[in-house]
């Protein structure tokens, strides 16, 4: 279902956070990324001016505090937030699967088989007591479930998944690279600046990415992922038309499609 959103941005800046959530949150490292969104004013764009990066997160006590921001608005995570199916799939990874499987940007399979205790869903607990609310109308603090894969492709028009997490040390280095230069191109975007502060920057430049092996590669890669969550998350905020998989009963996936292109 297509639901494209009629948000206005206050004049005062809107804080937003975006989660790359590892699913096993305690073993493997999260990262997250918070940026304030600025209204534009006539026709000029709105700004996402990114202030924070934490990468290697253990476990969503971590990811909250480094949430505990009092002006925090609203915050898209990338991992299933809603899971109360058995077996198989949610409908909204059917769904979104159906759409663009074509596009090789498909959904794994979330379930309480596979994922009992999901930490996610308990993350999204935790917000929810918080005040955050699943997919908030305009104006109230929200929380998504994002997925990167389909909503690069929307955001810049791509014709089929970016692939940069797969492959040899070097393809990922190279995919993160490209990623990385198309992250830096939205200083530009005619709606959404994302405006990068001097670490965010660094990381995503094609030197400093070549220079990375290892455990270093991995966690730059998840600050990249977070930047996309948090990019999500200022679209939702700003207002962009979206469609959203699923249903906040049985598990969504929001993904903007703004129509446009860097």
């Known amino acids: 279902m297509t639901d494209p959103l009629n948000a206005c941005l206050p004049a005062e800046p809107v804080l937003c956070a975006g989660v790359d959530l590892a699913w096993q949150s305690a073993k493997n490292p999260s990262a997250a990324a918070l940026g304030l969104v600025l209204s534009g004013s006539g026709s000029s764009a709105a700004t996402l001016k990114l202030t924070q990066i934490h990468p290697r997160l253990f476990g969503i006590d971590q990811v909250l505090a480094v949430l505990s921001e009092p002006l925090l608005h609203g915050v898209a995570i990338d991992a299933p937030l809603i899971i109360n199916n058995t077996i198989g799939m949610r409908s909204a990874e059917r769904e979104l699967s159906r759409a663009y499987g074509s596009r090789k940007a498909g959904c794994h399979p979330s379930n309480l088989s596979l994922y009992p205790n999901p930490q ?53 280095r190279t995919g993160q690279a490209e990623l ?36 270093a590669l991995k966690s730059n890669e998840d600050a990249l992922d977070a930047i996309v969550c948090l990019y999500i998350a200022a679209l939702y905020a700003e207002g962009s038309k979206s469609t959203t998989f699923g249903n906040v009963e049985h598990g969504y996936i929001w993904i903007p499609r703004p129509g446009f292109q860097a």
Request: aromatic share 8%.
């Open 120 to 172: 996610s869903a308990e993350l999204a607990r935790r917000f929810t007591q918080q005040g955050f609310a699943h997919l908030a109308a305009p104006g109230l603090r929200f929380q998504i479930e994002c997925y990167p894969h389909p909503a690069l492709i929307e955001i810049f028009n791509l014709p089929e998944r970016h692939r940069y997490k797969k492959g040899l040390a070097a393809d990922r």
């Open 180 to 215: 990385g230069e198309l992250l830096a191109s939205l200083s530009s975007h005619p709606r959404l600046k994302l405006a990068l502060n001097d670490h965010a920057a660094q990381i995503t430049q094609a030197s400093y990415i070549e220079s990375l092996r290892g455990a």
